[in-house]
């Protein structure tokens, strides 16, 4: 059977934080209940689809999932075993946030199928973690590994976000530095980006606060593979490292063009080559699929589309891009037809020139290639005429 992912958005934040623009909304904890049946239904509705594929992993993301109660985490869960084959030994991960995760809480996610928990901890710095509108204290991002081991969770990921204005070299080496000396399986270190339609990206358009510095924010991220490295994680992809055996199998799906259900509000899915993209507003979703009369006219999808070939393209030469090994030009012909070099030559011509790019029986980004991984896809999608 061919495999498949699910990917169930949880839009509920107790704060949205002023630098996300994630479909996240705080103040909405009345809906969970109502959304929980929402997503068990929609789920539902794919029955057809997932009795013909096998299940690797399932992925929480949002928004917050460890927001939800436990049952309600199970019960979602529970929908997609009862009409897919899930794999044994699937990877099931969820997000969370350190201080509102108590240790039952964590035991009850580990009871309910969750496999993998990855805390949004962010900074270890007071200063930083107010800046980032975040209502945690180091205190408490300092007990989330211990709290989730205990819970029984073997595999536990630590977020981290660097290049923030002002920061100072020292401070991210200190929150890399505690964050190696709490074990984690798994880290993912971000370079902040200023999004249009945030409270951080307001903030800057106005003079308020001043933009990230990129220089500043590259020696940060050479930090991190440094000391990361030497901590015995190795990176997998441009933004994450993992101990051995700890690498996200559900991510992974993404960067390697594997087809994935997306269940929720805003969610993203893509399968047998269309993508598509449900009703972003929670209370909106929930009507849709509460009042549809066949659920399996899939009544939460706002807008589907199969890409031009050249967008196809472009999507798959920056995803691949993303992966450390990068890809082997033949995938890229058995999936297109056309030899990587006859579409996207002058992009690799040149970034290789510029030392962006290496080449030998696979094509990947360079060390220095990985704080470059969106100019070079930019230039892709250019020479490729995908930009629109």
Request: proline content about 5%; some cysteine; hydrophobic content about 45%.
């Amino acid at each position: 059977m061919k495999p498949i992912s699910v990917y169930v958005h949880i839009p509920f934040c107790t704060v949205k934080c002023g630098y996300c623009d994630f479909n996240a909304y705080a103040g909405m904890d009345a809906l969970k209940g109502d959304y929980t049946a929402a997503v068990v239904r929609e789920l539902s509705g794919y029955a057809a689809v997932l009795r013909e594929r096998r299940v690797v992993s399932v992925g929480f993301g949002g928004g917050t999932p460890g927001e939800m109660a436990p049952s309600q985490i199970a019960a979602i869960v529970d929908a997609v075993r009862s009409v897919a084959a899930l794999d044994p030994g699937a990877e099931v991960s969820m997000e969370a946030n350190p201080g509102t995760s108590t240790l039952e809480q964590l035991a009850g996610f580990r009871r309910a199928g969750v496999t993998r928990i990855s805390f949004g901890v962010q900074s270890f710095d007071a200063a930083e973690l107010a800046f980032l509108d975040r209502i945690h204290s180091p205190e408490a991002a300092a007990v989330s590994v211990p709290l989730a081991r205990a819970a029984g969770f073997e595999s536990v990921g630590i977020d981290l976000i660097y290049g923030l204005p002002g920061q100072e070299v020292a401070q991210w080496r200190r929150s890399l530095e505690c964050a190696i000396a709490l074990g984690p399986d798994h880290i993912s270190a971000y370079a902040l980006t200023v999004e249009e339609g945030t409270t951080l990206g307001r903030r800057v358009r106005e003079g308020e606060i001043a933009a990230p510095d990129p220089d500043t924010a590259a020696g940060m991220y050479d930090l991190a593979s440094d000391l990361l490295a030497a901590a015995g994680y190795r990176q997998y992809e441009v933004s994450n490292w993992a101990r051995p055996g700890h690498e996200s199998r559900h991510n992974q799906v993404y960067w390697t063009d594997g087809d994935y259900l997306g269940i929720g509000a805003g969610a993203h899915g893509y399968l047998d080559g269309e993508r598509y993209e449900n009703i972003a507003h929670p209370r909106a979703y929930v009507a849709a699929v509460a009042s549809a009369p066949d659920i399996s006219a899939r009544p939460a999808v706002a807008n589907r589309y199969r890409p031009s070939p050249a967008m196809a393209m472009a999507d798959w030469f920056m995803l691949a891009l993303r992966r450390m090994e990068g890809f082997a030009p033949a995938a890229f012909e058995a999936k297109f037809g056309v030899p990587v070099d006859a579409v996207l030559g002058r992009t690799l011509a040149d970034c290789e020139a510029a030392g962006v790019i290496e080449r030998d029986d696979h094509i990947r980004l360079s060390h220095r290639g990985r704080l470059l991984h969106g100019e070079v896809t930019a230039r892709a999608m250019a020479e490729l005429g995908a930009a629109g």
